[in-house]
């Protein structure tokens, strides 16, 4: 839409060009909405502080997200506007845990459509379908809706994820919000709740398998490539099964990644890099470490591998690497005794005990009396599994035992950081999945860290669209993971800060694009004009990446409309 040629009016409810009482005297004369709004004009400053006022005193922070996005059905500038500004406490309400609950209710709070949902029934047409969408886009967001936070199969509600997420990558990367695009596969569902709703708004069909769920997901990825085919995709929220076999088959095709199996993975091993700072070591002490990990799903078998691709890429052979290791399921330790077929569980192969170190099976207790780990990560979902007698002997073999309970929501953590400073009188190096307070005890502060993928994904996709590589590489990966704890401050990693502030996540972002940029360049995977400014060195890269990154202002109406495409 161009105001030159549309009434005003039009561009008074269009939420992109939308600015309420932001319309200059100028501005209301020439687009003739003037008597339209109310008559005093405020910057963009002053609504901001007041509308989050009005966010603030809302007491459930599902109201709070209701209330954002009739935000952004009105005003998006405005909208990322509150969320640039007060990142730190908006990020869990547009996303996780907050958005968790939106997604459950999603058919009922939907308002206004955004994005894409492909269905079932849309199966054959995907290819023309995408060109209903009118603008250029530079990062997809797609979830199955099949594994949706700690919530199970939530089918088409979950379009929450992926517009939450893409708030994220706005918010955090700077991201253009009119080059975003949130996507649903609607594939059905298996969840009898949904299937029995008559308001739901997906196919009330159950979910598509095997090589129809397959041809569906490649139907959808050849459309994008066609329409868009510099565009990242970022795969969220699909079930174990099918994530790992989806990112295998495409990563070296496609500009891809999963968020869950590698933005996970690049920040524990972020916070193992962070955590090494606060022992005073370097990024290479992380081969000295014993990891023992509870939970082998997506998530585990996406971290098990990383740290592994670590050690080595720090000096350890594979074979030593993989002796650091020991990973614990449902059934307890995994050993070679395992047959391993499911498969997703296809990485898990090389991390298996042999039988003779210890028995199949073995609990978490015994293998941590056996193996004396240094480390202890959690992504099993059991609430409370590192109990007080397990942090307890943590403690007892480390001085500062690093601690990660992963699994969210906040009710599925391991042990909370009150668990943590207590079994180890607050020595603990600690980083949890979902947000937990700091924890004093005896004059001594624990600082309670999360390993949000927050820190990751932003940066990541945007150094690799700067990059212009045409896939996202293990390197590119491992060297958004080092980028990070580079942010800390010696005063932040010296009383156990192992993330930066997520208020600079800007920056942050910024940096982890500059890295992965680096680390493409160094494959040989950019073009040469990109290789031409990482020749120029890092303040050439820094304004280069800060050039691109969106910034939410209200820009003069003529010129922002017709400048968008
Ligand atoms: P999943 O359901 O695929 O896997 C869970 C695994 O835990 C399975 O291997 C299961 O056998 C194992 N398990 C169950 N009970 C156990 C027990 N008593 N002891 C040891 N292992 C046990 O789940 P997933 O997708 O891998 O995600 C796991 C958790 O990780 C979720 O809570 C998720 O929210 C969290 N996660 C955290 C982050 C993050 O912090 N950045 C990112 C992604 C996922």
Known sequence: MHPDTSRGIEVLHNPIYNKGTGFSASERERLGIRGLVPPRFFTIGQQAVKIWAQNKALKRPLDRWSHLQDLKDRNETLFYRLVHDH???????????????????YS????????????????????????????????????????????????????????????????????DPQHVLPVVLDVGTNNPDLLNDPYYLGSPHKRLEGEEYYAFVEEFIRGVRNRWPNALIQFEDFQTKH????????RDEVLCFNDDIQGTAAVVLAGVYGAMKCLHGHRKDIVKQTFVMCGAGSAGCGIASFLHQAMVANGLTAEEAYKRFYIIDANGLVTAERALDDPGQEPLKGFARNRNDM???????????????????GVSTVKGLFSKEVLEEMGKINERPIIMPLSNPTS???????????????????????????????????????????????GLGLGALLSKSSVISDAMLQAAAMAIPAMLTPEQYTEGTIFPRIDRIRDISAYVAIKVIEA?????????????????????????????MYVPNYRPTVFSCSSRK
């Open 412 to 458: 599925r953590a391991e042990c909370t950081a009150e668990d943590a400073a207590n079994a180890t009188d607050g020595r603990a190096i600690f980083s949890s999945g979902s947000p937990f307070s700091d924890v004093e005890i005896n004059g001594r502060v624990m600082k309670a860290n999360q390993g949000n993928n927050f820190y990751v994904f932003p």
């Open 87 to 105: 990142i730190e406490e908006l990020a869990p309400v547009i996303y996780t845990p907050t958005v968790g609950d939106a997604c459950l209710e």
């Open 359 to 377: 028995p199949e099976g073995a609990s978490l207790m015994d293998v941590i009396k056996k193996a004396k780990p240094t480390v202890l990560l």
């Open 108 to 175: 009922k709070l939907l308002r206004r459509a955004r994005g894409m949902y492909f269905s079932r029934e849309d199966r054959g047409d995907f290819n023309s379908m995408m060109f209903n969408w009118k603008r250029n886009v530079s990062v997809i967001v797609v979830t199955d809706g099949s594994r949706i936070l700690g919530l199970g199969d939530l089918g088409m509600n979950g379009m929450g994820i992926s517009q939450g997420k893409l708030d994220l990558y706005v918010a955090g990367g700077g991201f």
């Open 243 to 250: 994530a790992n076999k989806i990112l295998q088959h495409y």
């Open 520 to 548: 493409a360049a160094r494959e040989g995977r950019v073009p040469e004009d990109i290789r031409h400014i990482v020749a120029q060195g890092e303040e050439a890269m820094s304004e280069y990446v800060y050039s691109t």
